[in-house]
């Protein structure tokens, strides 16, 4: 069977509830735009292969619910990312103002070098 990649990354999004970290994805991965807001419960999924220079390159992006309830579970999966993208809705001044909430649970959970 053909291998379906060489290399794979892991990506987290991150960031407050409703700034658009699942629209983001689906618009990546499915190139999909969704109106509604059903707010994430814990965390979820998707990938895409690329093919770059001739390696095939997977990336696993792991969205997590931005809701506070949740963070005890969504910090469990910055551990283990290889990058996580810190996601603000540009229209809401205190989603990006929440910054330094965001960075310092990054320093607390993520490996050294994410
Ligand atoms: N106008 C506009 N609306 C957007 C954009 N991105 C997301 N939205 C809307 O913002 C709302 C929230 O988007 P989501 O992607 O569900 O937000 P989220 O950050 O994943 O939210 P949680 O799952 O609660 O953490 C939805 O109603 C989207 O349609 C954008 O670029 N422009």
Request: one cysteine or more.
């Amino acid at each position: 069977m053909e291998k379906q990649y060489d290399v794979l990354f892991r990506l987290l999004l991150i960031r407050d509830s409703g700034v658009g970290k699942t629209c983001l994805l689906c618009h990546f991965t499915d190139n999909e735009f969704h109106s509604s807001h059903i707010s994430k419960i814990g965390v979820d999924f998707k990938m895409k292969t690329r093919e770059v220079d001739g390696i095939k390159v997977r990336v696993q992006i792991w969205d997590t619910a931005g809701q506070e309830r949740y963070q005890t579970i969504t910090k469990q999966y910055y551990r283990w990312a290889q990058g996580i993208f810190s996601v603000y809705d540009i229209s809401s001044e205190p989603s990006y103002q929440h910054i330094m909430k965001w960075v310092s649970a990054v320093d607390e959970y993520a490996p050294e070098d994410p």
